[in-house]
């Protein structure tokens, strides 16, 4: 009998197929634990380097001490209270309850500026404690880009003010262009920004070309990303979807009780 028919060619190919098949899966399910482990160490560097508590070189052991003094606080966004006890803190997941029925809401056309149709219920806010000595409030933040969503985290004073630092952990944006958000330089013009107006409303934004250092709006605008309007046109988006509406209930609960009025 023939050796080399096309019988065992396919024979062989589907055999090899399997093989191969059995050790990337026995690979990804060896290393899931220690690819989540590191994503939430990354995630939990974004944190704190928003509010300068460390910087993007940290080592996962510097990045874990100094998120000890991290509080995480589950927040229904609808009411800006505390969640209910009943959602497990250390299982609750984001991204998956923006994706569950029972977890997420629908949004309103005139609200999807982000990008998105649905957003989850219940949203985690970060509080911590900066080199100064000032408890920094960290809002986590997405919307959709050019090519990607962005996920980032935005960091504001304890009056829920001024801006601190602003990062983005993961996104698909094109390298040199939207990927400029990761970019240490741009994310340098963010500190000491505006993010409300006199009357209340989110003002902070980011332009097309440079901020006029000349223009009464300065203190509110960040500088394009050059050859990325659409990446830049949805970092304002999100900014104005989280801030000046998903987390409108909790800055308005928080300020009454410190008696800080926005734009004041």
Not at 97 to 103: G, Q, S, T, V
Request: proline share 5%; with cysteine; net charge positive.
């Amino acid at each position: 009998m023939a050796r080399d028919t096309v019988g065992r060619t396919f024979l062989v190919a589907a055999v090899l197929c399997i093989v191969c098949s059995i050790l990337v899966s026995g690979a990804a399910v060896a290393l899931k634990e220690k690819q989540d482990e590191n994503a939430a160490v990354e995630k939990k560097k974004n944190i704190l380097v928003a509010t300068g508590l460390c910087d993007a070189k940290a080592t996962p052991e510097e990045v874990k001490k100094a998120y000890e003094a991290v509080q995480e606080e589950l927040i229904d966004l609808e009411t800006g209270l505390p969640a209910p006890e009943s959602i497990d803190r250390k299982k609750y997941d984001s991204r998956k309850a923006a994706r569950d029925p029972a977890l997420n809401v629908n949004l309103p056309k005139e609200k999807r500026i982000a990008g998105f149709k649905q957003r989850e219920k219940y949203a985690f806010v970060y509080k911590v404690p900066s080199k100064s000595g000032e408890e920094l409030i960290v809002f986590p933040v997405y919307g959709k880009g050019l090519w990607s969503t962005l996920y980032g985290f935005l960091a504001v004073s304890s009056d829920l003010r001024t801006v601190k630092g602003l990062t983005f952990y993961q996104h698909g944006e094109t390298p040199g262009l939207g990927g400029e958000v990761d970019n240490a330089k741009w994310k340098a013009l963010w500190p000491d920004k505006q993010v409300f107006g006199p009357d209340g409303k989110v003002r902070l934004e980011v332009v097309k070309g440079n901020v006029d250092p000349d223009s009464p709006n300065k203190d509110y605008q960040v500088d394009g990303l050059s050859g990325a309007t659409i990446t830049s046109r949805g970092v304002t988006m999100l900014i104005q979807y989280w801030i000046g509406d998903a987390f409108s209930k909790y800055i308005e609960v928080t300020q009454k009780r410190s008696n800080s009025p926005r734009g004041v």
